[in-house]
């Protein structure tokens, strides 16, 4: 289970709507909390392939988020990335790209009116969905 608090689902949301027709990614850092994730804070991340079906986090950016992490206490919890006119699930390239079963791997649609946000954890070829438990 993941709790993301309102304020940065719709924060993730602004960014994948401001960025489309383009794949927008970012950074989720927060705590672990009785085996629980909390997201506390998100990285958005410009998507330095501009493309419509892939992402590549840039590395500085992922460096100075890492970084802020640290300075701040939180952990790095995932990414997330948006699928502007597909479903919110990985695709085989996601799956083939993903590196880390511990991390959340969020994607936001926004292929129907309205945005849809899941979580996976991926390990080997399988994604797993996880809840996301939206609180204020
Ligand atoms: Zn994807």
Do not use: W
């Not at 709790?3 to 940065?8: A, Q, S, Y």
């Not at 206490?73 to 919110?88: D, V, W």
């Not at 390239?93 to 926004?110: C, F, H, N, P, Q």
């Not at 809840?131 to 204020?136: C, S």
């Amino acid at each position: 289970m993941i709790k993301i608090p309102k304020r940065l689902y719709g924060e993730i949301v602004k960014h994948a709507e401001n960025g489309a027709p383009y794949e927008v990614c970012g950074l989720i850092g927060g705590k672990i909390v009785c085996g629980g994730k909390v997201v506390t804070d998100i990285y958005p991340i410009e998507n330095s392939d501009r493309s419509r079906e892939h992402f590549s986090i840039d590395v500085k950016a992922q460096l100075d988020a890492v970084r802020n992490m640290r300075e701040k206490g939180i952990e790095p919890l995932g990414n997330f990335h948006s699928h502007p006119a597909s479903p919110p699930i990985p695709s085989a390239e996601d799956i083939r790209l993903a590196y880390d079963d511990g991390a959340s791997y969020m994607i936001v649609s926004l292929a129907k009116n309205k945005p849809v946000l899941k979580s996976f954890r991926i390990k080997g070829e399988k994604a797993v969905e996880e809840a996301i438990v939206t609180e204020e």
